[in-house]
Every structure is written in C-alpha cells, then in structure tokens.
C-alpha cells in the first residue's frame, strides 16, 4: 500500500534531500509539494538534479488539498513552522524539521528563539524526533519534531552516557565541525564559496547557539538534574557531515560499553571498535551515525566522537525514519542506501 | 531469484563504488571479493564508509572459488586485467572495467596502451560496452567492456549526430573538465589534496590521452569513414563529475533534435531543453547523464555539452547496467537512485 | 616620494586586492577609501584578513577629499563607474576596474552592457588597460580602463599569434576554467559554497559573455579585419584563478616563438618551455601570467594555455601595474610577490 | 649588506615557503639549495610558482659549499636533519625547521619521536623558536629550533595565561583544525583530494600528537609546575590554516587583558577585540597570528581561540623571523605581506 506524502517548504535542502530518499521509497508517494516563493516553478527549474523524477509543481501552502495525503513533512523556517501548521487539518500526521517543537517549554523556546510560542498546544502534543530514544512514542504520535543537526549528533555520541551516570555531567564540551549545508541555501556572505573554501571559524561561540536548548533540555532529562555542556560549532568548507568531538570524563573503556550496549540492535548507529574515530566522509548521503571512543593520555578522560550527515540523518533520513514509524512501515525502509564516497 | 556476483579488484574506488551499487540492488549478492594487495582485510577496513554491509573479506584472487558465481565484476588496471582474466572460467560472464578489452584491433591497442596485447581471442570476443549503442549484443554477451569515463561522456553528447551526419567531422574539439576519482586511489602528487584544491590544468594534451583510441574507434565506426577529434581533459579540484563541453559544427537546434530523437526511450540519458545545459553537481553519485544543446553566436556552431558522474555512468553504475542486461534483469534495476545534492 | 591614492568601491573583492597589494608598495599611500553600502565601518569589520594595517575609515564617495589626491582606482559596478568618474576632478588621475571604458564604440557598449554610455567623452579618451600592448599610451593616460580578467587572459595567450598572422582567425576556440572570485562578493545562490563546490559548469554559453566586447574589439584591432572567436567561460570550485585553453590551426612550434619572442622582455608573462603547460595553483596571489603551446597530434592545429590571477593580474594587480606607469614609477615595483603554493 | 643563505630540504612545502618570503627580503641572497631526492632540477621544476626566479639549481647536501653562507634553514625530516646539522660547519647560524631540537630532554625527544637522539650537545646548545618568548636567546643563538605549526598556535593562545596564573591548569582542553600542507608534500592516501575533500576527522586522539612533548616542556615552564594538556587535531579539506579552539576555565575578560597586555608591542600577533574571534581564511600566507577570547555561557570558563597559517607563522615565517634577528636584522623584515583573501 502507497501512502500519500506532501511537502512543505520543498525548495531548501532539507525539502530536496526528502524528495531524493522518498524517489527511492517503495511505499510513499509524493502529491504536493509546497515552496511559496518558487511556486508555479517545478522542481527540475529548483533542483535539477531531480530532473528524471517526474513529480508535482510547486504551489503555495494555501493550494494544497490536503485531503486524501496521509502524512506531511514539514521543512519550512521556524515561527513560520508554528503558524502553518496550527492552520492544518488535527487528522494530518505531520513530521516537521523546523525548531518550533523541539522544546517542551514554551519559555525555552521564547529564550532561545526570541518569539513567543502561538501553537502551545501543539508544542505540547509533539513528540521530540530522536528516533532511537523515542521510537515507542513516535509511533503513535500525530505530530513529531525533528531534532536540531547538531542536537542530534551530540546526542547519539553522549545521550547513553549521561544516562548511565558514565560520564562527570559538569564538565562536557562538545566541538563540532559542521559542513555548510547546514546553515540551508540562504544567502549570506559567509557561505559564499570564496568566503568559506580555504577558511575555518567557529560561530555561536560562548553557548549562544540555540540547538543548546535541546541539549540542556534532553541531557537534563536524561540526568535527572540540571546538566548545561559547553558547545562550539565550527563551520568548515565541507558540503555535507557533522563532526562531533566531544571531551568528557569518565573511564574509556566503560563509555564504549555503554555505547555499544546502547546501539547493539540499532540499524543506523554504529558504534566503532575501542580507539577508532569517524570521518565525516565515510557517512555521507546516508542515514547512518558512527561513534567512537578513544581514552586520552591522562586517565579518567576521554573523546567521544561521532559523525552524521546533517541532511539526512541529522534531518530529512531522520524525518523519514520517523514517517517510517507513524505510517506503521518498516523503520529502516528507504533509508539503507549506503554513503557516498569518495 | 538472486545471482552470485564477485568483485575482482574490490579495493579501488570503481570497486568500492561497485558494492554501493549493488548493495541497494534486489537481485544480487556479492558472494566474493577479491584485492590482492589488501587480501584479508574486510571493506571497513578498507572503505569504512560500507562498515555497515555483511560482506566477504577480502581475499587474494587465486582464492576465489568461482563455481557458483554468476558474474563477475572486474575492476583491475588494465594489462593485470587481461592476464587474469584469460585464466577465469570460460563460462562466467564478466563485465571488464579496464581498457583491455575496449578496443577491438589488437594494434590500436599496442599503440594506445604500449604493450601488446595477450588475450587477442578474448579481445575478439568482448562487446563494447556502452549500452544504450550496444544493448542488444551486450544481452547475449559473456565478456562487455566497460568504457573509459571521459569515452561514455563525449559519446553520449556526440555520437548520435556523428551517426547523423549532422556535424562537420573533420573540426570536432572536446573540451573535458573531470573530477579527481577517475585517477583512482593512486598515490601520486599532484592528486594530493594540497595540490589539486585551489588548482585547475590540463593534461594529456594534445591528442595523448588513451580514451582517444575509443573516440576514433566509435566515431570511425559510426561515421563510417575516418573520424579524429581533438580531446583536452581537465583536472579540476572536484571529486566526482566529468563536463564534456563539446565545440562542433552544424545547425544548433538541428542537433538538439538529433539527440532528444535518439535519448527519447533512454532511461538514463536526460537532454535538457534547447539552450540549457548541464553541471556535474546534478549528477553526483547517479546514473543519470545530462546533456545540453546551445547555439553560438556564429550561425553553423554549436555546444554541446554532457555530465556525468565517472564513477558510476562512467564506470560502475554503466558496469551495472550491462551486467543487469547480461543477467537477463530489468535495465535500471538498482540503479534509479537520485543524485546527491548538495 | 609617495603619492596619495584613493580607492572607491573598497568593500569588493578587488579593492581589498588594491589595498594587499598596495599596502606592500613602497611609493603608495592610501589616504580615501569608500565603500557607500560599508560608509562608516573600518576596512578590518569589512576584511579582517586587513586589520593590521592602519588604514581610513570607509566613507561615501561624496565625502572623499579629492585634493591632494593623485590617484584614484575605481572597483565600482559598471554604469556607477562612469556616473562617478563623470563628477571627479578632470585632473585626477584614474584607473577604473570597471567594463565602463573598455570598449571604445558607444554602440559597443550599448550592445554589450544593455545601457547607453552616459560619458562619452572620457570614453573617448582612456586607454585601453592591458598594459603589455599598451604601455606607452598609459604612461600619458589620465584614464586608463582595466580589462576584463578573462579578456586578459585570452588576450595573452593569442594577441601576438593574430597580430603575427599565425593562426587562422575563423577558427578560434577559447575554453576558460574561472574561479569564484571573479564573479565578486555578491550573494548569488550559484556562488554559495554548497552550491559550487563540487560543481561544474558553463555560464554565459554561445556568445553572450560581455567580455566578448573587448576580444571583438582587440583581435579584430589587432588582425586588420574583423574576428569573432568562439568563447566559453566554465565556473569551477577554486577561489582564484583563469585558466584559458585556447584551440588554434596554426604551426604549434612557430606560435611558440611568436609567444616567446613578444614576451621575452615582460617582467610578468612567462612563456613555458614548448610542450609545457599552466595551472592555475602556479600563479594564485601574483602578477604572473604563465603561458604555454602545445601541438595537437593533427598537424597544423595546437593548444595555447594561458593562466593568470584574475583578482591580481586579471584585475587589481594590472592596475596598479597600470598605476605605476601613470605615476612614473617602476612599472613592477609592489608586484613582483610570488604566487602562493599551495 | 646582503646575507648569503641555504636552504637545506628546499623540494619540500615548507622549503618552497622560504623561497616564497625570502624573494621578498630585501636582505638575503639565496646560493645554495638541497633536495636530496630532486638534485640537479630546478625550483622551477619541482615547484612552478617559483619560475620566475633566478634561483640554484638543486644539488645534494654534500655538494653544498658552506664557506660564506651565513644562515642556513634545515627544513629536513626529523632525524635526518640531527645528522645533518651535525656535520654542518660549526660557525654557520642554522635555523632548523624539524622536531630535532624543539624538545631539552633526551629523554622526552625519544619518547616523542621514537629514536635516541643522536646530537646531544647540539640539542643542548639550541634556542626553541617560538619567537615572541625567547627573542633575546635567539638574537645571540647560533641554532635555533623551529618549533611545531600546531604547538606555536596552541601556545599563541594560552602560554601568557599560563605564565599569569590566570587558569586553571589541570583543566586545558585544545581542539584544532589543520590545514592539509602541514602534513606535507607526502603521498599518503588520507592527503588524497578524493579523500580529504567532503572529510573531516581526528587523528592522534587521545594525546598520541608530537607536538604534546612540546606543549608540556614549555607550558611546565611557565608554570613552574608539570602541566598536560588534552589535545586533539582535526584535519580539515583547506590547504593552509590552523585554527585552535581552547577551553580553559578563568575569567574571560581577565584572560582578554592578559592577552592584549602580552601582545600590545607584537608586530605579528593581533589581539581581537573582545568576544570577538579569527578565522584561518584571514591570516592565509602572511605571518599573522589572530587571537580572540569569549565569554561561554557558564560563568569562569572562556574560550580561546587562536588563527595562523602553519606554513608561514608556523613554520617559514616563523624561520625567517628568527632569521632576521640572528642576522642583526629588523625582525619584521620580508613578512609584512598582507593575508591572501580570498
């Protein structure tokens, strides 16, 4: 049986990266797309690189009839996100990837975000999107909130070891390196070719960067206390891939158990042997995540370090894993290819 | 029902890009791989990016038991392929990636590659093997030939019209821009990160370059007379991607009929409307080949251009698609894949 | 004796290449820098890469003190240019990067740049910036227009070969590989990283290129008669740099000696040894302009390869080449850096 | 007065990098040039962006005559360049680019680098390079020692809080990005374009890194106790630039202070207004380190991060830094150039 998908906000790179794993999904079909300043255009004009799939027009928002479609992705800018989806029919099953409902508290949300919450009764249904730590809950939701890039990735490097009490929770600093789709397909001086290639900086430096109000509020919850990391993202002339260094303390050999016994039965999270480390060039294009753990010199400290492709596992493979699960299909469907490389 | 297919040459980047393919096809299972110098170690040793795939160690070729397999894939440097593959069962099918077997007179051969050749029956016997001209021979066929990259690239955007009649023969100039994969993992300077990056220049200048004896055989043989075009590669500091841009003689958008004419059934080859014309970033990681027509400002000349990913229509992906065809399985099976962007 | 330089339009990727460039001259001071969108800003918020020197503020161009001024490069946009130089004092001397006095027929102009030229007379009255075939009449300019980086960079490579009659002018191919820069600081979604980087492809197909103009205008200047050739700029993933690979009939060995002999006493053109031929990554940040000729294997037809810094050579290196002999001053003096590898 | 200099190791990146800065030094000659491996080629040769000097040809170490060479740079392999300098005349000044004599204690050079050391009293008699901190001892050395492009960064960043008592020792955590060319010009697969291009990784996790015997030896000193850092290099897809990411724990604003007071006289060192921080793509080719200190979100923890290019400041212009104070000559001389950008 074919399941009936829209998009929304299909011309950035999140909507592209969902109309290239759902091109090779045997179960879903793509009925509208929406992408409100190319609408009228299609999505070869976009995206040529989607030229061969033969797929609907873009059109506005208000032009989708959504009776009939069984699931929307949701890609558009956060606020936004809130507005349009508190207009849609209650029955749409909807996977979002903005940041409207990743925080549960809607005085979070206005500290990291700037504005006030208008969809509090939404932002109390969604469910967060981490699909390994929320697979029972996603199942029955009508409403998931994909995670931030970054969130993720911490995440799957730390979340096992806070919550087995590995690893000293005051002390945490996560360093990323982040590759440029990330920041989307806007423009911005700073994601120019000439601007970036042959240049590394860091950005949000000081715990300015609003995926951190994901980590405090995951990590907490998982802690059972109060746990605020310190976090630096690097943008780095890459296209695609995150790269997490995180420094902790804790016994290296004990982390990379929790590890390993926390993903043992995960397809996507591959937990390398004790003392290997990932690159961001071995995930690419894929839905998997690989984590390592390696001890430094001095005893009682370690790195964990793990590595994701932000479009699709960090974003539109994650969406899909959870579309997966709210369409009652297999988690894994579509989402197996391997990565691209070199 | 599945075939037992084996990766000769498994250790190289058209051997890593092979399993990719495969391992995303529903008709295949790789039962043997094969790579002399890193025979016992397993692919996530090698290309971590597959760490995720139950797949065979390596072994040494002489270890393979071939009873049993179906076919198999053949990624060594040419003149080892040749030699290896006079001593294989003469009942396998094989789809050779090397130049051993593409050109069909023993002497071009010699003059091409510099050393005679030794396998001259098997040589007789191989089907060139870019498909969409040779499909019907390459269904019956046990040995097909898998072109040179930049050789599928200039033919898919000329070799209609040469068969038409529609361009002048004696004035054709094939300006190539190829990423760095289609010189393999060798190591050697100037494919060196800090070398390439940042830099851009030509080689094999001249008429040296060796896909040149494919481009007079193919283009002779259509043309029915004597055919030398004028062929420049560039090495660009991109990993995957050849840009054919193509300088010939003839009524621009009589050609652009030609070719729309001649790809209207092809599955694979994309000619984009008139005056269009395509990038190698809406390619990458796919089997899909863009080519575009525009007219210069001197009536009677015209550019045609074609991208494709080398790796995959230039090489594994095309390898795929003959051995699906030499399989008797549908054409594109495991190989519809979107391209990756960005 | 110093003398006193302004730089307008300083906020582009040229004028910070002025102020690199002069901020090692031992003659030059720069005492006016303006930016209009930037007014108020320091040179180091606008560049960083600059914050060691001690330099003006960014002001607009109504506030600039022209007295005692004795030099101005303008890298302002085209049409701003001549509106600008229009209202400057009629005794400041002028190097303008900018298309706007390039072309020496007002239709010219009008056809390529799509907008009457609204200062006649002082197009009338600059000279031509390619400084090698130039020289003596820049020693007197008081407006000198800075060529096109790619009109300059084809224009080395076969401006002594048309004036020497040695290649059959209704047959010349030019084929450029540009780097980023070229196209500025201007937020286009094709110059963003993720977009570029690992991309490819021809722009301004077929004859529409602007630089165009001034090769119509040089070559038919320099041959007697009118030529047209054939031009094709590709984009590619690299920060700075031209790469022109130009198709010609003629004797690859008597172009050779042409080239040698027009360039055997210019202090920044470089002929390679016959057979030898440019990269791009041997002249990043520098002055220098490599050429080389290669024969095709059909006798009678050869490669000429020429490649140059466009933001250096191709642009604000010239002028201040150019700034030098309107100064009196050692034509090289401030330019003789070696290009930075890698 | 002109000073006549060799350079040992020139076919290497970091030699190709002294000629670079010395054909801009109004006070040195070079004479003499080595390269084992390329003896008897030209620079131009073995590097085409020097073309256009007029330099010599390279011979064997053996061949070089040292009487009237007054300095000469050793940018040879670690252990190679001990038995080389051993042998030198032992009146010429050397400024040695390798591992040999950055490390005092026998003892620590063979824990770091695997091999007894085999100049003892050599190692005695060298200076450590880091210029800014032992100016005085190296204007009166004879040899001094280069010291590591990541260990000069990581002490830019943090040696004066150290020395001020303004962090917390126990509790240094510095996360770098490097720059491919300091690997040098090695044909290693990871340095591969394919490879490194679209990565990102960690290597010598876990205090494993050389340059960590130089941060304990010098941070130990300052100290006046044993310090040890945690440090973890990240290799990058750039060709130049080190950018060190340190987490300390002390108030941001005290550090800042400390920084600008340390550093207000540095001609090369730039002390970023506060909260503010560098990027490699602002200090690419020039012998510029940029420093920058913010706040993080937790009160006492700071994050220090500083910018420099590995092949000048962290190796070549560093050199020729200590070079021209060896030579009694100004220390600035031949390394104003201006960053390229970009």
């Given at each position: 049986?074919?399941?009936?998908?829209?998009?929304?906000?299909?011309?950035?790179?999140?909507?592209?990266?969902?109309?290239?794993?759902?091109?090779?999904?045997?179960?879903?079909?793509?009925v509208?797309?929406?992408?409100?300043?190319?609408?009228?255009?299609?999505m070869?004009?976009?995206?040529?690189?989607?030229?061969?799939?033969?797929?609907?027009?873009?059109?506005?928002?208000e032009?989708?009839?959504?009776?009939?479609i069984?699931?929307?992705?949701?890609?558009?800018?956060?606020?936004?996100?809130?507005?349009?989806?508190?207009?849609?029919?209650?029955?749409?099953?909807?996977?979002?990837?903005?940041?409207?409902?990743?925080?549960r508290?809607?005085?979070?949300?206005?500290?990291?975000?700037?504005?006030?919450?208008?969809?509090?009764?939404l932002?109390?249904?969604?469910?967060?999107?981490?699909?390994?730590?929320?697979?029972?809950?996603?199942?029955?939701?009508?409403?998931?909130?994909?995670?931030?890039c970054?969130?993720?990735?911490?995440?799957?490097?730390?979340?096992?070891?806070?919550?087995?009490?590995?690893?000293?929770?005051?002390d945490?600093?996560?360093?990323?390196?982040?590759?440029?789709?990330?920041?989307?397909?806007?423009?911005?001086?700073?994601?120019?070719?000439?601007e970036?290639?042959?240049?590394?900086?860091?950005?949000?430096?000081?715990?300015?960067?609003?995926?951190?109000?994901?980590?405090?509020?995951?990590?907490?919850?998982?802690?059972?206390?109060?746990?605020?990391?310190?976090?630096?993202?690097?943008?780095?002339?890459?296209?695609?891939?995150?790269?997490?260094?995180?420094?902790?303390k804790?016994d290296?050999?004990?982390?990379?158990?929790?590890?390993?016994?926390?993903?043992?039965?995960?397809?996507?999270?591959?937990?390398?042997?004790?003392?290997?480390?990932?690159?961001?060039?071995?995930?690419?294009?894929?839905?998997?995540?690989?984590v390592?753990?390696?001890?430094?010199?001095?005893?009682?400290?370690?790195?964990?370090?793990?590595?994701?492709?932000?479009?699709?596992?960090?974003?539109?493979?994650?969406?899909?894993?959870?579309?997966?699960?709210?369409l009652?299909?297999?988690?894994?469907?579509?989402?197996?290819?391997?990565?691209?490389?070199?």
């Amino acid at each position: 049986m074919t399941h009936k998908i829209a998009i929304l906000g299909a011309s950035g790179y999140t909507g592209a990266e969902l109309v290239r794993l759902i091109s090779g999904h045997p179960s879903l079909d793509i009925v509208a797309l929406s992408g409100n300043s190319k609408a009228g255009q299609s999505m070869a004009q976009v995206f040529p690189h989607l030229r061969h799939l033969d797929l609907p027009v873009l059109t506005r928002i208000e032009d989708v009839d959504f009776s009939g479609i069984d699931l929307a992705f949701c890609a558009l800018p956060h606020k936004t996100s809130q507005e349009v989806i508190s207009k849609l029919p209650k029955t749409l099953k909807i996977v979002d990837l903005s940041a409207d409902f990743r925080l549960r508290d809607p005085a979070a949300y206005e500290k990291w975000y700037g504005n006030p919450h208008t969809a509090v009764d939404l932002q109390a249904e969604a469910v967060y999107g981490l699909t390994e730590f929320y697979r029972d809950d996603i199942k029955s939701a009508r409403l998931v909130a994909g995670t931030g890039c970054n969130a993720a990735t911490g995440q799957f490097a730390l979340r096992p070891l806070i919550a087995a009490g590995a690893i000293d929770l005051d002390d945490i600093i996560m360093d990323l390196a982040c590759a440029v789709s990330g920041a989307g397909r806007s423009l911005k001086e700073n994601l120019l070719h000439a601007e970036l290639s042959e240049g590394a900086h860091a950005y949000a430096v000081g715990g300015t960067h609003r995926h951190l109000g994901e980590f405090d509020q995951e990590f907490s919850l998982v802690a059972g206390r109060p746990v605020e990391v310190q976090f630096t993202p690097h943008l780095i002339p890459a296209n695609r891939g995150i790269l997490a260094t995180n420094y902790v303390k804790g016994d290296a050999q004990a982390l990379h158990s929790v590890l390993e016994h926390a993903y043992a039965d995960e397809p996507f999270i591959k937990v390398l042997p004790f003392g290997e480390h990932p690159s961001i060039r071995h995930i690419r294009g894929s839905n998997f995540c690989h984590v390592g753990v390696v001890a430094d010199r001095r005893a009682g400290r370690a790195i964990v370090i793990a590595a994701l492709d932000n479009l699709t596992k960090g974003s539109s493979g994650q969406a899909l894993q959870n579309a997966n699960l709210m369409l009652n299909l297999p988690e894994t469907e579509g989402l197996m290819m391997a990565p691209l490389f070199p």
